[in-house]
Nanobody, 113 residues
Framework: QVQLVESGGGLVQAGGSLRLSCAAS????????MGWYRQTPGKQRDLVAT???????NYGDSVKGRFTISRDNAKNTVYLQMNSLKPEDTAVYYC???????WGQGTQVTVSS
């Protein structure tokens, strides 16, 4: 059974940084395009960033220049480095094997002003 487990969320002041991790079991993430998404109550889940198996990245417009997605295939883990955080970045962040229904349970990120 494939599982994704996110960690690293928390409460941070505006301008601060956090690094989220998404660790996988039951499959090798190196084969897949991986994505980070975020969701706030009552809204749809939005794309934050994706990274292909070859390392190509793509970012949502609101996070370009501030967030960086990366992967460590040896650790079977995908990361999201979030810098210059803003209150509007507050959300539950999820990782996903793109194109599948495999999602993690989410990790809460709260940015205070």
């Amino acid at each position: 059974q494939v599982q994704l487990v996110e960690s690293g969320g928390g409460l941070v002041q505006a301008g601060g940084s956090l690094r989220l991790s998404c660790a996988a079991s039951g499959t090798l993430l190196s084969f897949y395009t991986m994505g980070w998404y975020r969701q706030t109550p009552g809204k749809q889940r939005d794309l934050v960033a994706t990274i292909t198996s070859g390392g190509s990245t793509n970012y949502g417009d609101s996070v370009k220049g501030r967030f960086t997605i990366s992967r460590d295939n040896a650790k079977n883990t995908v990361y999201l480095q979030m810098n210059s955080l803003k209150p509007e970045d507050t959300a539950v962040y999820y990782c996903n094997i793109v194109g599948t229904s495999v999602w993690g349970q989410g990790t809460q990120v709260t940015v205070s002003s």
